[in-house]
């Protein structure tokens, strides 16, 4: 039995302790002044742990009544009922755990001004934050009622990933009402270099917390976990889409909810992603009063979406698919992509009502100022350039518009065309594109950390997606007043269909003579109002986040 099932066999099957304290201890001056001025804490049976290296040690982590410690915990303790949580902390140098463990103790004593701390995450903090010198505060033992002035939505965003949902995410933070709203981001402990660059983003004002470890869970769980996860629509044909989740499941990701953000009051639990079976079940289970999960795309059409002989989605989604029961709201993208999603998806969802839809918001301000800046990637004047921008995965079809572009050539060959973007067909394009012998016409740019100067010179943007939910990327040219060639699909034809684009049909040939029309001249494009298009958006948000729902 490793370390980590000693104590959670300790927490699930001994009793608490009455009158024992835990001491995890460093500074023990320190540990003495406190318990010479709390007679009653002087009684108890007192432990001291100065490792975690022994299954004893960490059994009283789950059984005895208080547990202080100056030092950092392991990642599976989560508080449980009954017990008293006291960390001192006398060191700025905290990890990813040490900011979780704040969000479980009941009281925090400062020997050191946490100001590596932000206001909003002390604000967010259940327990008492108190100064070194305050050690009799326990003997009063009552802790006062702090009364909440914004609602707290705890929203996960799909891993800061180079796409579409991160950016919409990035705009959500930036124009929801920071007087009234308290955002806080959970996310996974280790990013990649690009997703860091992409969380490192998020707003001053939000909240921040990573998560370290895994998932607790029991002994007497794991067999009903395995069978669960790895046969989903047995689970589904035997309990049906409104039983899907089981009580014994709940409980598990019930309890990594406290784990993960210990006692904090949460109002809204927002699945902004959709797309990984553990954040839609932890957000599913939470013990929020509003549960509400996005759809950025034709569902049914990323099921069935392959990475060579490979279902990409399919394995987080037969999970993902019956747990929309359990949420009150579904939200897609734009209205097109909802009807969609609404069509395909009735068979699972019990209560269709409940799906509604809500434009992406913009950073007009962001992508206006961005779009002045330097680029060091140089663009003939004396060739036509077409741009696309969008991961290099297959519903995006790159390979169809570089099939497109090479038709195009045999007309016009005063053309070039650059794709921004990084993904899992990287490679097959760029050999792709040799076949063709279109290296100097073809310009894969790779990930480009600021992509909107490239999109503002070029003359046109062209994309070729065969499924989107609501393109971001359609927002962001609109904003810089860029003539658009796009699929007509339902989550474009959503924004384009005024007349703010040029829509043309979803194959080689479409994209082909919609390239050319536009090289040709034509430019009979209506002006977008991208102020209120995002004045309409953010009203619908918080229509959706203040709606009572069934």
């Known amino acids: 039995m490793n370390l980590k099932q000693s104590y959670l066999k300790s927490w699930l099957e001994e009793e608490i302790v009455k009158d024992t304290i835990v001491l995890i201890v460093k500074e023990v001056a320190f540990f003495e002044k406190f318990l010479s001025v ?8 007192q432990y001291l742990i100065d ?3 022994s299954a004893e040690n960490i059994e009283w982590l789950g059984k005895a009544e208080y547990v202080i410690s100056d030092t950092e915990l392991p990642t599976f303790f989560a508080k449980k009922a009954g017990q008293i949580y006291i ?15 704040l969000l479980h103790a009941d009281y925090i004593i400062e020997q050191n001004n946490l100001e590596i701390l932000t206001e909003n995450f002390k604000k967010l903090i259940p327990g008492q934050i108190l100064p070194v010198d305050n050690y009799s505060f326990f003997e009063c033992k009552k802790k006062p009622v702090t009364k909440k002035s914004k609602k707290i939505i705890v929203m996960y965003c799909g891993g800061f990933k180079n796409n579409g949902i991160t950016s919409s995410a990035l705009n959500l933070m930036r124009n929801l009402n920071k007087e009234k709203y308290q955002i806080v981001v ?6 990649s270099y690009y997703e860091q660059l992409n969380f490192n983003k998020i707003p001053a004002h939000v909240v921040k917390v990573q998560i370290p470890g895994d998932i607790n869970i029991f002994p007497n769980e794991e067999q009903a976990f395995l069978d669960f996860h790895s046969h989903p629509l047995e689970h589904l044909m035997k309990n049906g889409p409104t039983k899907f989740l089981t009580e014994e499941i709940k409980a598990i990701y019930q309890r990594e909810w406290n784990r993960v953000l210990g006692n904090i009051s ?9 797309y990984f079976k553990y954040w839609t079940l932890l957000l599913a289970s939470s013990n929020s009063p509003k549960k509400i999960i996005y759809q950025h795309n034709e569902m049914m059409q990323e099921y069935s979406k392959k990475l060579g002989k490979e279902f990409k989605h399919q394995a987080d989604l037969n999970i993902i698919f019956p747990v929309y029961n359990y949420f009150d709201v579904i939200v897609s993208v734009s209205k097109q992509t909802g009807e969609v999603n609404k069509q395909h998806l009735e068979h699972i969802v019990q209560d269709t009502s409940k799906m509604t839809y809500i434009h992406n918001l913009i950073d007009y301000e962001y992508i206006l100022r961005s779009s002045k800046e330097a680029s060091d990637i140089d663009l003939s004047a004396d060739t036509f350039n077409f741009v696309t921008m969008g991961r ?21 060959a005063d053309s070039q065309l650059f794709i921004i973007g990084l993904g899992e067909l990287e490679e097959e394009l760029k050999q792709y594109i040799i076949d063709l012998e279109l290296e100097n016409k073809v310009h894969i740019l790779g990930q480009l950390e600021n992509p909107f100067p490239v999109l503002k010179a070029c003359d046109a943007f062209v994309l070729s997606s065969i499924h989107e939910g609501q393109p971001m990327v359609l927002l962001e040219c609109l904003v810089l007043e860029k003539k658009i060639v796009s699929t007509n699909i339902p989550g474009s034809y959503s924004l384009l269909k005024n007349g703010y684009g040029l829509l043309v049909d979803s194959t ?29 958006a953010r009203q619908m948000l918080e229509d959706v986040l203040e709606k009572e729902w069934k």
């Open 186 to 191: 959970i996310e996974a402990e280790n990013l």
């Open 87 to 101: 960390q001192i902390l006398h060191t700025e140098n905290y990890n990813a755990n040490f900011k979780r463990l």
């Open 508 to 536: 080689v040939e479409g994209l082909a003579e919609g390239m050319e029309k536009v090289m040709l001249g034509y430019n009979d494009f209506k002006q977008f109002d991208y102020k209120a298009y995002n004045r309409t």
């Open 392 to 412: 290099l995965s297959p519903e995006k079809n790159h390979q169809g518009l570089i099939k497109a572009f090479h038709q195009l050539q045999k007309k016009r």
């Open 51 to 53: 490792s975690f290296d």
């Open 38 to 45: 709390n007679p009653s804490l002087k009684r108890m049976k």
């Open 266 to 274: 949460v109002d809204i639990a927002l699945d902004f992603d959709g």
